[in-house]
């Protein structure tokens, strides 16, 4: 059973910078690959970001390409997203996750194994 905790949401003017984190816990990192998601108010949870197990393979939604940045440290069981030039539309509460899987920027939600309780991102105006 792996967990996932994530933390460093919090409330950015528009054009800032905010890092969230994903610590894991229970299992082997390494055999993971992992994403991160996002959930905004009435609307559904949507792909954000996911990088492969080695970290060779990174894979970015349209919306967020330029601006984010993923990346992990399997040494330390970390899972990161630096995300720059922050947008009042990124508003929403951000969580990771991890797959057995292959993961793409195409890799269903239902195909992630755990999922992180999530961070609030609010992207002021």
């Known amino acids: 059973q792996v967990q996932l905790v994530e933390s460093g949401g919090g409330l950015v003017q528009a054009g800032g910078s905010l890092r969230l984190s994903c610590a894991a816990s229970?299992?082997?990192?390494?055999?993971?690959?992992m994403g991160w998601f996002r959930q905004a108010p009435g609307k559904e949870r949507e792909f954000v970001s996911a990088?492969?197990?080695?970290?060779?393979?990174?894979y970015y939604a349209d919306s967020v390409k330029g601006r984010f940045t993923i990346s992990r440290d399997n040494a330390k069981n970390m899972l990161y997203l630096q995300m720059n030039s922050l947008k009042p539309e990124d508003t929403a509460v951000y969580s990771c996750?991890?797959?057995?899987?292959?993961?793409?920027?195409?890799?269903?939600?239902?195909?992630?194994?755990?999922w992180g309780q999530g961070t609030q991102v609010t992207v002021s105006s």
């Open positions: 990088i492969r197990w080695s970290g060779t393979g990174t």
């Open positions: 229970g299992g082997t990192f390494s055999r993971f690959d």
């Open positions: 996750a991890a797959t057995r899987r292959a993961t793409s920027q195409w890799l269903p939600l239902s195909a992630y194994d755990y």
